[in-house]
Antibody
Framework: EVQLVESGGGLVQPGGSLRLSCAAS????????MHWVRQAPGKGLVWVSR????????TYADSVKGRFTISRDNAKNTVYLQMSSLRAEDTAVYYC????????????WGQGTLVTVSS | SYELTQPPSVSVSPGQTASITCSGD??????ACWYQQKPGQSPVLVIY???RRPSGIPGRFSGSNSGNTATLTISGTQAMDEADYYC?????????FGGGTKLTVL
């Protein structure tokens, strides 16, 4: 069974940092692009970042560029999102998602981890 | 930047056909996909590459994409289909979601 499990969310002060992890199982992780998508409370889905299968090509939404870094460890079947200079508007549930065919759609999602940025 | 526009809400009677639209400039030149999200749950892919259905998604879900509009159609809508639906496309190596449509089955 394909499974994605996020962890690392929590409460952080504005300007702080946090690292999210997403552990994958049930598929050949190193063959797939991976993404992070977030959803603020009561709001819609917003794409955050993507890494290719090797981790040597990454892209970011303008709203997080320069503050967030996506990375992956294919030996550990894990993708990460390092978040720094966090702002109140970064408060959201963060989902990791598998790219269905390296084609910019998401065929499997984790359960999400909540990040709250507040003093 | 590229934008996708969805109606905030759509209502349908059980057993009838629901259509949810997603508009964007020359959207028909891109691939569109659709996600269903029920309260408290993660999104689920229901249509990808305009009209392809993932395994496990019922046949009553279908999609089309032409011109400036992609459409998700649910035939014989059931109460379990009540959810938020999001369209999605990609442009210039970034992903864009529509604002979401709340489908009410009443």
């Amino acid at each position: 069974e394909v499974q994605l499990v996020e962890s690392g969310g929590g409460l952080v002060q504005p300007g702080g940092s946090l690292r999210l992890s997403c552990a994958a199982s049930g598929f050949s992780f190193s063959s797939y692009w991976m993404h992070w998508v977030r959803q603020a409370p009561g709001k819609g889905l917003v794409w955050v970042s993507r890494t290719n299968s090797d981790g040597n090509s990454t892209t970011y939404a303008d709203s997080v560029k320069g503050r967030f870094t996506i990375s992956r460890d294919n030996a550990k079947n894990t993708v990460y999102l390092q978040m720094s200079s966090l702002r109140a508007e970064d408060t959201a549930v963060y989902y990791c998602a598998r790219d269905g065919g390296n084609s910019w759609y998401f065929d499997c999602w984790g359960q999400g981890t909540l990040v709250t940025v507040s003093s | 930047s590229y934008e996708l526009t969805q109606p905030p809400s759509v209502s349908v009677s059980p057993g009838q056909t629901a259509s949810i639209t997603c508009s964007g400039d020359k959207l028909g030149d891109k691939y569109a996909c659709w996600y269903q999200q029920k309260p408290g749950q993660s999104p689920v892919l229901v249509i990808y590459q305009d009209n392809r259905r993932p395994s496990g998604i019922p046949g009553r879900f279908s999609g089309s994409n032409s011109g400036n509009t992609a459409t998700l159609t649910i035939s014989g809508t059931q109460a379990m289909d009540e959810a938020d639906y999001y369209c999605q496309a990609w442009d210039s190596s970034t992903v864009i979601f529509g604002g979401g449509t709340k489908l009410t089955v009443l």
